[in-house]
């Protein structure tokens, strides 16, 4: 498993006009293969009177699973700009479909890689980009009187809250490096006096937004 990487936040729709024709972005996550087909076909489906659905994805720790769709645009000017967009971002798990709608204004081969890889573009921000971190969630079982420090403690630091749960005791998962578990079970065990209990949770991507 990949301890960082970039991918698209949210499945996200984003139209631009370029010389009367319309270029509508439509970016998201897609972790196989599979997903990323579900998503152009459903795509198409929903724009079938649209002149070209073109698509792109990119997948996988390695980025090995790689393709590109031009749906009838002359070879080239469609699906790749919409690839080269994924990759100079350095997004993994990411599809997108442009959908254009013909305007009547023939762009040339020049004129459609630069619409598609500026409609990707613009999609992908509008979209926005996360991190996703490798962390280890650390429970910590707190009387209620330590709460009120803890959560203030835990805001000012550089520690981020997953969730907070409520029963006899009050039991807060945190996400933490791997390599900063001890250090974190000593800085908690001094802000309580030695009165949290410790579980060492599993793996799990925490997400944090990437600003452009």
């Known amino acids: ?18 010389q009367k024709s319309r270029f ?10 599979e997903e990323a087909i579900a998503f152009i076909d459903r795509i198409k489906k929903q724009h079938k009177d649209a002149n070209h659905n073109c698509s792109a994805y990119l ?3 390695h980025d090995h699973i790689q393709k590109a769709n031009d749906d ?13 967009v994924i990759r100079k971002r350095g997004l993994k798990d990411t599809v997108i479909v442009v959908t254009r709608y013909f305007g009547g204004i023939k ?7 630069r619409a598609y890889g500026k409609s990707a573009s613009e999609g992908v921000e509008a979209a926005g980009v996360v991190e996703r971190r490798l962390m280890k969630v650390m429970t910590a079982a707190i009387d ?8 203030n403690e835990l805001h000012a630091s550089s520690y981020e809250i997953k969730e907070i749960r409520y029963g006899e005791q009050v039991e807060v998962d ?31 991507y925490m997400e944090k937004d990437v600003e452009f």
Do not use: C
């Open 1 to 18: 498993m990949l301890t960082a990487y970039n991918t698209i936040k949210t499945t996200k729709e984003h139209e631009i006009v370029i």
């Open 24 to 33: 509508i972005a439509h970016t998201a996550r897609a972790e196989t293969a």
């Open 59 to 61: 997948i996988g720790e």
């Open 72 to 84: 009838g645009e002359p070879s080239g000017t469609a699906g790749l700009p919409i690839l080269e």
């Open 107 to 113: 762009l040339g081969a020049g004129g459609l890689i």
């Open 144 to 151: 209620y009187t330590w709460l009120g420090k803890i959560e």
């Open 174 to 204: 945190v996400f933490v490096e791997g390599t900063q578990v001890n250090e974190y079970m000593d800085w908690m065990t001094e802000l309580t006096n030695g009165q949290a209990v410790y579980q060492e949770g599993e793996l799990l």
